[in-house]
């Protein structure tokens, strides 16, 4: 009865790969989001999508491409994976918008290890 | 430059002593949000304080807001071994995002 499910959980790989993250919520949300929280625990904004439109792309390399099939879903592609991608991957999600005092409910997260 | 720092970054008590965590801005918001990450999980919200609110309560939490200071902070009473956790305030400006502080990791010692 997730809420907010990623898979996969651990994702070891090596450099020059292309994998992908996926990202369901089962809460009726219109807004999804991708952050990355680095070996410090420091959380940062990637994407962020509303209704499958996209909101927020923070200054992310290219090789990260997010897709949104429906308003429950949202992926996220990773090109030529760097040593520097190693990170947590959290997607949350929340009712609207961001604004309005909307809260967010986060997935459990995707450890990747880039070798 | 990050919009949130919390402070301090590590605090370590023993169960059933109170814990305080200050979360500092840097730019006027709509509201400021506490959400709780215990290791290895992900985050979870906690409470939400608009700007024009000075203070709220959720069960052992109470979180103050002062906006002249631009600064928040999280109080945590009667704390429990299950409390241990990392702490993050997070702040929304109204540019369709959450930015979240630096965090506080908060050991509670049975």
């Known amino acids: 009865d997730t809420a907010v499910s990623q898979t996969p959980k651990y994702l070891v790989t090596q450099m020059g790969n292309d994998k992908s993250i996926k990202c369901e919520q089962n809460l009726g949300h219109d807004t999804m989001y991708w952050y990355k929280q680095d070996s410090k625990k420091f959380l940062k904004i990637m994407f962020s999508y509303n209704n499958k439109e996209l909101i927020i792309n923070e200054t992310v390399p290219n090789r990260f491409s997010p897709k949104s099939p429906d308003k429950a879903h949202l992926n996220l592609h990773i090109n030529s994976l760097e040593l520097g991608d190693s990170a947590v991957y959290f997607c949350?999600?929340?009712?609207?918008?961001?604004?309005?005092?909307?809260?967010?409910?986060f997935g459990p997260g995707t450890r990747l290890l880039v070798l | 430059s990050q919009q949130g720092e919390e402070d301090p970054q590590a605090l370590s008590i023993q169960e059933g002593e109170n814990a305080t965590m200050n979360c500092s801005y840097k730019?006027?918001?709509?509201?400021l949000q506490w959400y709780r990450q215990n290791s290895g999980r992900g985050l979870v919200h906690l409470i939400l304080?608009?700007?024009?609110?000075r203070e709220k309560h959720s069960g052992r939490l109470r979180v103050t807001l002062d906006t002249s200071k631009k600064s928040s902070s999280l109080l945590i009473t009667a704390s429990r071994a299950a409390d241990t956790a990392s702490y993050f305030c997070a702040t929304d400006i109204g540019n369709e995002k959450l930015t979240f502080g630096t965090g506080t990791r908060l050991t509670i010692i049975p």
């Open positions: 730019t006027s918001i709509n509201n």
């Open positions: 304080i608009r700007s024009n609110e």
């Open positions: 949350a999600s929340s009712q609207a918008r961001t604004g309005a005092g909307e809260t967010q409910y």
